[in-house]
């Protein structure tokens, strides 16, 4: 099979899942338990603590592991209930783990604006400005947008903060190992991430939380993860997605500019190929190795079909189900028209990708759209 799904999710590393296996087989006690082998789990985990807060520029007690990206946004959103100020911002192209909850929570008197975002799919900082009232607890806008690759100015977003007493959060899931994270040099609260969007383990998330006063528990039992996730831990996943978040960070550089690569010789012999495509999402301003792509005159779900026999997996923004597609609503916010949203590709590159499988997916789209 050919991928070019990996913002979907990654495969797991080589390295990685050699080590789960071996955790799991031979580590395998509770890791709160007070005996030898419960230590040597816990230590496991206290080790991939400390490489993913390395890998960010944390301290390992601000990570707290939770069960994914939807997990750790969902945290930081209850945590926002009861309190003085009841008001969080956030934009109207998040993923649905951001916006969806958000929604939910307003049945909770957990009020929200999203703001709007341009046609590359930007936010506006003016517009952020005039929506900060003086019930507003925290901002949440996406360091990069997943279908469309947008990377938002979140320094720019903490720097409209300062001194305002806001807490600031950035689901940063598509971003790992594709650009630098700093999160002292960023100056945010709070920032979720994924390790199976990393070549970790699925199942397994990672919340930095600057100020742990500033959190709460949202599962509530044990006291593990510094009382603020009950539960006994997965130490096989923790120690995968610690050692993923090593690797990623190690050769982030050479996997970011690979992707670069990928992605510019792709678009540049697509538009030669088919010179009416169209690329949604900022050109300069984005991810490297995801692109969005709209081909006018073809349905999205034919093209992903047809691929799909030959073993190539892309994917579409558009939702599918009960045999029908609707928009991308990501692609709707940023004024794609409804015709060019139901004819638009993800595709996105990984590490495991080479220049000769991008031709054989150039070579596959030749032959379906100019036949």
Same mark, same amino acid.
């Given at each position: 099979?050919?991928?070019?799904?990996?913002?979907?999710?990654?495969?797991?590393?080589?390295?990685?899942?050699?080590?789960?296996?071996?955790? +799991?087989?031979?580590?395998?006690?509770?890791?709160?338990? #007070?005996?030898?082998?419960?230590?040597?789990?816990?230590?496991?985990?206290?080790?991939?603590?400390?490489?993913?807060?390395?890998?960010? @520029?944390?301290?390992?007690?601000?990570?707290?592991?939770?069960?994914?990206?939807?997990?750790?946004?969902?945290?930081?959103?209850?945590? =926002?209930?009861?309190?003085?100020?009841?008001?969080?911002?956030?934009?109207?192209?998040?993923?649905?783990?951001?916006?969806?909850?958000?929604?939910?929570?307003?049945?909770?008197?957990?009020?929200?604006?999203?703001?709007?975002?341009?046609?590359?799919?930007?936010?506006?900082?003016?517009?952020?400005? @005039?929506?900060?009232?003086? +019930?507003?607890?925290?901002?949440?806008?996406?360091?990069?947008?997943?279908?469309?690759?947008?990377?938002?100015?979140?320094?720019? #977003?903490?720097?409209?903060?300062?001194?305002?007493?806001?807490?600031?959060?950035?689901?940063? #899931?598509?971003?790992?190992?594709?650009?630098?994270?700093?999160?002292?040099?960023?100056?945010?609260?709070?920032?979720?991430?994924?390790?199976? &969007?990393?070549?970790?383990?699925?199942?397994?998330?990672?919340?930095?939380?600057? @100020?742990?006063?500033?959190?709460?528990?949202?599962?509530?039992?044990?006291? +593990?993860?510094?009382?603020?996730?009950?539960?006994?831990?997965?130490?096989?996943?923790?120690?995968?997605?610690?050692?993923?978040?090593?690797?990623?960070?190690?050769?982030? &550089?050479?996997?970011?500019?690979?992707?670069?690569?990928?992605?510019?010789?792709?678009?540049?012999?697509?538009?030669?190929?088919?010179?009416?495509?169209?690329? @949604?999402?900022?050109?300069?301003?984005?991810?490297?190795?995801?692109?969005?792509?709209?081909?006018?005159?073809?349905?999205?779900?034919?093209? =992903?079909?047809?691929?799909?026999? #030959?073993?190539?997996?892309?994917?579409?923004?558009?939702?599918?189900?009960?045999?029908?597609?609707?928009?991308?609503?990501?692609?709707?916010?940023?004024?794609?028209?409804?015709?060019?949203?139901?004819?638009?590709?993800?595709?996105?590159?990984?590490?495991?990708?080479?220049?000769?499988?991008?031709?054989?997916?150039?070579?596959?789209?030749?032959?379906?759209?100019?036949?």
């Amino acid at each position: 099979m050919f991928y070019f799904d990996h913002s979907a999710t990654t495969p797991v590393h080589p390295s990685v899942l050699n080590l789960i296996n071996k955790v +799991q087989e031979e580590f395998y006690a509770n890791p709160s338990s #007070v005996h030898t082998a419960g230590k040597k789990a816990k230590a496991i985990i206290e080790v991939s603590r400390t490489k993913i807060a390395s890998a960010i @520029n944390a301290n390992p007690e601000q990570i707290i592991f939770t069960s994914g990206g939807t997990e750790s946004n969902n945290q930081v959103f209850w945590s =926002m209930l009861n309190k003085s100020r009841s008001h969080v911002i956030s934009n109207k192209i998040e993923h649905p783990a951001v916006i969806k909850v958000l929604k939910y929570l307003n049945a909770f008197n957990l009020d929200y604006s999203l703001i709007n975002v341009d046609k590359n799919g930007l936010i506006n900082l003016e517009e952020l400005k @005039n929506q900060i009232t003086d +019930q507003t607890s925290l901002v949440s806008i996406m360091m990069s947008n997943n279908e469309i690759g947008t990377i938002q100015p979140i320094k720019e #977003v903490v720097k409209v903060l300062q001194n305002k007493n806001i807490l600031m959060h950035t689901d940063a #899931v598509q971003c790992f190992g594709k650009i630098d994270i700093d999160v002292g040099m960023l100056g945010i609260d709070f920032l979720s991430l994924s390790a199976h &969007k990393f070549y970790g383990p699925k199942g397994l998330g990672i919340l930095y939380v600057k @100020n742990k006063k500033t959190i709460k528990n949202l599962l509530i039992g044990g006291s +593990q993860e510094y009382g603020l996730r009950g539960g006994t831990e997965n130490v096989a996943s923790i120690a995968g997605a610690g050692l993923a978040a090593e690797i990623g960070s190690k050769n982030l &550089k050479k996997n970011a500019q690979k992707l670069m690569e990928l992605k510019k010789y792709f678009i540049k012999e697509l538009k030669a190929l088919y010179p009416s495509v169209i690329i @949604n999402g900022h050109l300069t301003k984005s991810l490297p190795g995801l692109i969005n792509v709209s081909f006018p005159g073809f349905r999205s779900d034919i093209l =992903m079909a047809k691929l799909d026999r #030959v073993n190539i997996a892309v994917s579409s923004g558009s939702a599918c189900g009960s045999g029908s597609i609707k928009p991308s609503p990501v692609l709707s916010e940023i004024g794609i028209s409804e015709k060019l949203n139901l004819s638009s590709l993800r595709i996105s590159f990984g590490s495991t990708n080479n220049i000769n499988e991008v031709k054989i997916l150039l070579k596959e789209l030749n032959l379906i759209l100019n036949n």
